[in-house]
């Protein structure tokens, strides 16, 4: 079975200061590993993925994360917040096995404060 | 390329109706993937089309039931609606099955009154 846990349901930062949004993962297979953006009233946007290649992943609008299988994390993070972060994100994991099928966290809710 | 979409975007029904709820994939993705997302449970897997065959199953009850025609778009259905259906259901394409970069729709928000 697979799981994902995502720390902290809202977090709040400052415009210009580091993003980190926390997620851990439980998998008895090696995961797929996935981090979405939803901004109000639309769908979900791919922000990166890891698929067992390099385990630091760079994804769009200047956003990444490392997966570390020792700590069973793939944390997301961004040097600089801007305004435009303002969003929820999610952390979802699939494996080889799942097809289409992802198993999300319960969402983290990013404030960017002026 | 024209994104997925999905129709009707808001949906008002009634307890004990039913629903169908429409999404077309991005042209040349074959695989799609419907979820439920409410404040209570977040996202959850409904069901995964491939090929005009189910290949994947939430663990939803039996009032929640698919398809997907030879062109690759995908209904699903809901029977006797109750009022814990309420939701936003979002639909996400694929390239195909090894494709793990799912596209998502903008959703239909049900509300059952």
């Known amino acids: 079975a697979q799981s994902v846990t995502q720390l902290g349901s809202h977090v709040s930062v400052s415009e210009g200061a580091l993003v980190l949004l926390r997620c851990n993962y439980s998998s008895s297979v090696p995961p797929y590993l996935f981090w979405y953006v939803q901004y109000p009233n639309q769908g979900l946007q791919l922000l990166l993925k890891?698929?067992?290649?390099?385990?630091l992943v760079k994804g769009i609008n200047g956003f990444e994360a490392e997966f570390k299988k020792s700590e069973t994390s793939f944390h997301l993070t961004k040097p600089s917040a801007h305004m435009s972060d303002a969003a929820e994100y999610f952390c979802?994991?699939?494996?080889?096995?799942?097809?289409?099928?992802?198993?999300f966290g319960q969402g983290t809710e990013l404030s960017v404060k002026p | 390329k024209a994104g997925v979409t999905q129709t009707p975007r808001y949906l008002i029904k009634t307890r004990g109706q039913q629903v169908t709820l429409s999404c077309s994939p991005i042209s040349g993705h074959r695989s799609v993937s419907w979820y439920q997302q409410t404040p209570g449970q977040g996202l959850q897997f409904l069901f995964e089309?491939?090929?005009?065959?189910?290949?994947n199953k939430g663990n939803f009850p039996g009032r929640f039931s698919g398809r997907q025609f030879s062109n690759s778009r995908s209904e699903m259905n809901v029977s006797t609606l109750e009022l814990g259906d309420s939701a936003l259901y979002l639909c996400a394409s694929a390239h195909d099955r090894g494709s793990y970069e799912q596209y998502f729709g903008p959703g239909t928000r049900l509300t059952v009154t």
């Open positions: 890891y698929t067992s290649a390099a385990t």
């Open positions: 979802a994991v699939s494996n080889y096995n799942q097809g289409g099928k992802l198993i």
């Open positions: 089309y491939f090929s005009e065959t189910q290949r």
